[in-house]
Nanobody
Framework: QVQLVESGGGLVHAGGSLRLSCAAS????????MGWFRQFPGKARVLVAS????????YYPDSVKGRFTISRDNAKNMVYLEADSLEPEDTAVYYC???????????WGQGTQVTVSS
């Protein structure tokens, strides 16, 4: 059974940095696309970063481009999100996801809270 466990969230002042980690188990994640969404209160989840199976392709929306960096370590089944120059508007619950090679199945972690104070 696929499991994703996030860690690294917390409270940080504006301008600060956090490194989120996602530990994956129960699958061959070197074949999976992976990434991070975030969810603001009362809103749908939105994509903030994605990375393909061999780290050859990454994607960031304009809202985080240049501030967030996604990476992965397939040997350790880990995905990371380095979030720099954080702003209060980045306050949200951050979710790790994994999508299997067929694209038919998507798995989620339980989420980790990031709070940025002004």
């Amino acid at each position: 059974q696929v499991q994703l466990v996030e860690s690294g969230g917390g409270l940080v002042h504006a301008g600060g940095s956090l490194r989120l980690s996602c530990a994956a188990s129960g699958g061959t994640f070197s074949d999976y696309g992976m990434g991070w969404f975030r969810q603001f209160p009362g809103k749908a989840r939105v994509l903030v970063a994605s990375i393909n199976w061999d780290s050859g392709n990454t994607y960031y929306p304009d809202s985080v481009k240049g501030r967030f960096t996604i990476s992965r370590d397939n040997a350790k089944n880990m995905v990371y999100l380095e979030a720099d120059s954080l702003e209060p508007e980045d306050t949200a619950v951050y979710y790790c996801y994994a999508r299997d090679p067929s694209g038919a199945n998507m798995y989620w972690g339980q989420g980790t809270q990031v709070t940025v104070s002004s």
